[in-house]
């Protein structure tokens, strides 16, 4: 592949940011956070140095996420964190500027996608093209979405969770709910807070989560040792947490998922529900991979839910396959120069 045509995928999330290079697959998968000192506004850490100092920084150092919702909260942030990716993924000399493609949330407002374009070329990328996230994530999962059969993909990340049925290359019906795993990590930390009268931080939830959580009750019952910070005397104290309190921790936000996919098929054309009861819904995505989520969405819906190999990765290695063949994707690319 000659120098000048490099070329880079980029699945920008709320938690995670992964990088795509062709030939090369995900180079990068790291935190999307940003360590900033407060004094003269410096930019310290990128990635998973920045998220090490969550929770654990003094005063005048704070780790960010630019990202809310998996929207741009922060501009000036992202276009920094951007150009880390970048220059990290090519290596340090750079003699021509890249062409970038970026995943974004279906749902993202054309102002917040201009916001995504700018900040990218901003960053040093010679065109940016952007793809809507539930679009990768099916390119990524091998299914075929040039065809005229409906899919189903369930793409469920850090901040959003993005549903859709695809046909001949676009969306035909789709919603984006702002439902994915830092709500989870917040509804477990709320629930341990209420039922135990403990305290723990953003990372201690999420491991808790990936430890033992679930999305539907279990017979055998996970147990976790679980250490915060007592409520009431302020001091440290271990408690043992279940996997039942997860699944109850979860319930709230579980049914909004399930609500947003029913409205999905709801306004999906009945040729192609029939397609979609045939083969079934993917799911992708880092929060599809909570125990159960594909049972919990085949009961309530009907439908059965698979999840894709390398659910976490889809999203990235699709702009990666998406910017290899634009020619064949032009339909499902916003393209931006």
């Given at each position: 592949m000659p120098l000048w045509s490099k070329k880079i995928g980029i699945d920008l999330g709320t938690t995670y940011t992964l990088v795509h290079?062709?030939?090369?697959?995900?180079?990068?998968n790291e935190p999307s956070v940003v360590a900033i000192s407060l004094i003269d506004k410096k930019i310290l850490a990128v990635g998973n140095e920045a998220k090490e100092?969550?929770?654990?920084?003094?005063?005048?150092?704070?780790?960010?996420?630019?990202?809310?919702?998996?929207?741009?909260?922060?501009?000036?942030?992202?276009?920094?964190m951007l150009r880390y990716f970048i220059g990290k993924a090519l290596g340090g000399v750079r003699l021509f500027r890249p062409e970038v493609m970026v995943a974004v949330p279906a749902g993202i407002t054309s102002t917040e996608r201009r916001a995504v374009i700018d900040a990218t070329l901003a960053a040093?990328?010679?065109?940016?093209?952007?793809?809507?996230?539930?679009?990768?994530?099916?390119?990524?999962?091998?299914?075929?979405?040039?065809?005229?059969t409906g899919h189903m993909v369930v793409d469920m990340g850090g901040g959003t969770s993005e549903i859709a049925v695809i046909s001949l290359g676009g969306i035909v019906s789709s919603t984006s709910v702002r439902i994915g795993g830092n709500r989870f990590d917040a509804d477990i930390a709320e629930h341990i807070k209420k039922k135990y009268n403990l305290a723990v931080g953003e990372r201690t939830s999420e491991d808790i989560k990936i430890q033992i959580g679930s999305a539907m009750y279990m017979k055998e019952?996970?147990?976790?040792?679980?250490?915060?910070?007592?409520?009431?005397?302020?001091?440290?104290?271990?408690?043992?947490?279940?996997?039942?309190?997860?699944?109850?921790?979860?319930?709230?936000?579980l049914e909004g998922v399930i609500?947003?996919?029913?409205?999905?098929?709801?306004?999906t054309p009945p040729e192609l529900s029939a397609d979609v009861i045939d083969k079934g819904m993917v799911l992708s995505g880092g929060t599809s991979l909570l125990r159960n989520m594909d049972k919990l969405l085949s009961q309530a819906i009907g439908v059965?839910?698979?999840?894709?190999?390398?659910?976490?990765?889809?999203?990235?290695?699709?702009?990666?396959?998406?910017?290899?063949?634009?020619?064949?994707?032009?339909r499902s690319i916003l393209a931006s120069r």
């Open positions: 290079l062709p030939k090369r697959g995900i180079v990068i100092m969550i929770g654990r920084t003094p005063e005048s150092i704070v780790a960010v996420r630019p990202l809310k919702d998996g929207v741009i909260a922060d501009y000036r942030t992202t276009e920094a040093g990328a010679k065109a940016a093209y952007i793809i809507k996230e539930p679009i990768a994530a099916a390119i990524g999962a091998n299914i075929p979405i040039g065809s005229a019952k996970l147990k976790m040792e679980v250490r915060g910070r007592d409520m009431i005397t302020g001091l440290p104290r271990t408690v043992t947490v279940t996997s039942d309190d997860i699944t109850e921790a979860l319930q709230h936000n609500a947003a996919v029913k409205s999905v098929l709801f306004n059965e839910a698979y999840v894709a190999d390398e659910a976490l990765l889809c999203v990235a290695k699709g702009t990666g396959v998406a910017l290899d063949n634009l020619e064949a994707y032009k």
